[in-house]
């Protein structure tokens, strides 16, 4: 069995591990709780730029002996930053664990921020940002969170804007850095095998000196703005979201928009997918997704489709969201999308990165571990009713926005589309 534990340093920074002896892999993170949602429109993209920039070089490595370092054990160390969380996470061989450490460490407290490093880099993003806007089945995603959030720092892009990253100083980015990359915003989460006393002593060894204080990190509430919001462009095809707010990463209300999120569009089993690609043929991808945050979530849905046909896959897609809202799932439905969220679940905890997540997840969101059986319990007492009252909640159309890109005009999209 896996054995969860939990230690907090002097500093603040939590250590939270699952120790996992059949196992021959240790997946470790480095958590920061600071995204675009703690940024203003001056800092704007800056946490990406610093994820960028912690593998560019510390005081002890250059960026070649830190990439060298990891594929010279046959590992994987990668970053992501999102809107409310960066990650910095190596998987390696379970007799590599003090190297993976040292490294972390490293590159957390000693990365230069060399200005030439800094100067190649804004190309490198800005590059990242062209291949965005050259993807409108991604960008749309952005555009749709500028509008649905309005002025709110959940509306600005993770990656920032070509006009801030080319303005970026040294000293702005160093700043940032120092204001939030501190002990107490700070969660290092372990899964594999490996003896948590032996991570702790490590962990203190190496991450003892980092300031606790976190001088800056305040996040307001959000409002959406419901409404639609349209780019005209020359494209193939019409590229959409739809979208409404949703239950919260703690809201217990979670639970039941996993299951209607997999029924309405979560699955090629779907109902829309299986009414709109499957038996009508006018979109080759439809999907829906749950954008949970702490205070706040929100629930999507995409679509690619002709120009001819956006007025009905618009009304669609509402009719599907009507039929939620006036009508239970039937007993089918719920129990396959019940077996669908346990099963893939179930199916992810047998991965040390996955585990890895999911302990930083649950610290970060509720401060304590949740084992996988809970869960499973909270899904299956989930009921008819449960649905039916949520989406009656969240399918409003005085909260609903609507987002496209394409050969389209607003006049083309009313609201009296989404009022059926």
Not at 90 to 107: F, N
């Amino acid at each position: 069995m896996p054995l969860y534990r939990k230690t907090i340093l002097d500093n603040g920074i939590r250590i939270v591990s699952e120790e996992i002896d059949h196992v021959r892999s240790i997946s470790i993170g480095i958590w920061v709780m600071c995204g675009s949602r703690h940024e203003d429109r001056q800092t704007n993209g800056m946490a990406h730029f610093i994820e960028h920039m912690l593998f560019k070089g510390t005081r002890n490595r250059t960026a070649f002996d830190i990439a060298s370092a990891i594929d010279s054990v046959g590992g994987v160390m990668n970053a992501f930053t999102g809107k409310e969380l960066t990650s910095f996470y190596i998987k390696i061989p379970d007799y590599h664990l003090a190297m993976a450490i040292d490294l972390l460490s490293d590159i957390f407290k000693n990365s230069l921020f060399d200005p030439e490093e800094i100067n190649k880099e804004k190309s490198v993003v800005l590059q990242e940002i062209n291949m965005l806007d050259d993807s409108p089945d991604d960008y749309i995603h952005d555009f749709f969170d500028e509008k649905f959030w309005k002025d709110h720092p959940l509306g600005y892009p993770v990656l920032g804007t070509k006009t801030l990253v080319e303005g970026y100083s040294r000293d702005g980015i160093v700043g940032f850095f120092n204001d939030r990359y501190r002990g107490e915003n700070v969660v290092l989460t372990a899964a594999g095998n490996f003896k948590h006393d032996v991570l702790v002593e490590l962990v203190n060894g190496a991450f003892g000196s980092v300031d606790r204080k976190v001088r800056q990190n305040g996040i307001s509430n959000p409002e959406v703005s419901a409404g639609i919001a349209v780019i005209d462009k020359e494209l193939e095809q019409v590229h959409l979201v739809m979208g409404c707010p949703a239950p919260s990463s703690i809201s217990p209300q979670r639970y039941p928009s996993f299951l209607l999120n997999a029924v309405l569009g979560g699955s090629m089993s779907s109902r829309l997918f299986q009414e709109i690609r499957e038996k009508r043929g006018l979109a080759y991808a439809i999907h829906s997704y749950l954008s949970p945050y702490k205070d706040v979530g929100m629930l999507g849905i995409y679509v690619g489709t002709s120009k001819d046909s956006v007025r009905d896959v618009v009304g669609l897609i509402f009719d599907e969201l009507l039929r939620m809202t006036n009508h239970s799932l039937t007993k089918l439905e719920l129990q396959s999308a019940k077996e669908l969220i346990k099963g893939n679940f179930l199916l992810s905890m047998e991965s040390t990165d996955n585990r890895m997540t999911r302990l930083a997840r649950n610290e970060i969101t509720f401060k304590e571990h949740i084992p996988a059986e809970a869960v499973v319990r909270e899904i299956d007492a989930v009921t008819h009713e449960d649905i039916r009252t949520l989406a009656a909640e969240m399918f409003n159309p005085d909260t609903i926005g609507l987002a496209a890109i394409g050969p389209i005009a607003e006049k083309d999209l009313t609201l009296d589309i989404l009022r059926g």
